[in-house]
């Protein structure tokens, strides 16, 4: 009788475990970051070729000799990119939702399910366009000279 008692306990535990690893199931699991607009490793294939941030030439705006128009063209990208990003990662949310209400449903066939997978996919291969162009947007705002500077300045922190 002990033992059965033992292990029923242990049954118990080990349902109310997995009805509460439920309860805390994200979707989607990068919900948090989407909503605050976090890199999350989007911007990694810029950051290791090099490229600069907008934050990051405005901190070495001197160093780089910006000028008054560049300033205020990285501080309005700046400005911007949140409102952006933000937007775009609750679109993610709104359909990672809807598909996980399909799956929950039964409401789901392979047609639904590809069609939900590629809005998702398009939606974040926007999201990470957003975050890369930022990127390719503040080197192009420099000059040749402030390119050169800024790949100096890079290295010798590297080092």
């Known amino acids: 009788m002990r033992i ?10 080990v349902l109310v475990m ?13 919900k948090e970051q989407l909503l605050n607009g976090e890199v999350a490793g989007q911007n990694i ?25 560049q300033i205020r063209k990285l501080n309005e990208m700046l400005t911007n990119f949140p409102v952006s990003v933000t937007v775009k990662g609750q679109e993610i949310i709104e359909a990672e939702e ?19 997978l590629e809005r998702i996919g398009k939606l974040r291969a926007e999201l990470k366009f957003a975050h890369l162009q930022i ?22 922190e590297i080092k």
């Open 18 to 30: 997995f009805s509460m690893m439920d309860a805390q199931v994200t979707i989607p699991a990068d």
């Open 98 to 116: 809807e598909l996980n209400k399909l799956f929950e449903t039964g409401n789901i066939n392979d047609k639904t399910l590809r069609a939900k």
């Open 45 to 69: 294939i810029a950051e290791i070729n090099g490229y600069p941030s907008p934050q990051k030439a405005l901190e070495l705006k001197d160093d780089l000799g910006l000028t008054k128009d």
């Open 135 to 156: 990127y390719l947007k503040t080197k192009q705002l420099l000059s040749a000279n402030q390119w050169e500077r800024f790949k100096e300045i890079r290295n010798s």
């Open 4 to 13: 059965l008692v033992k292990l029923s306990c242990m049954v118990i535990s």
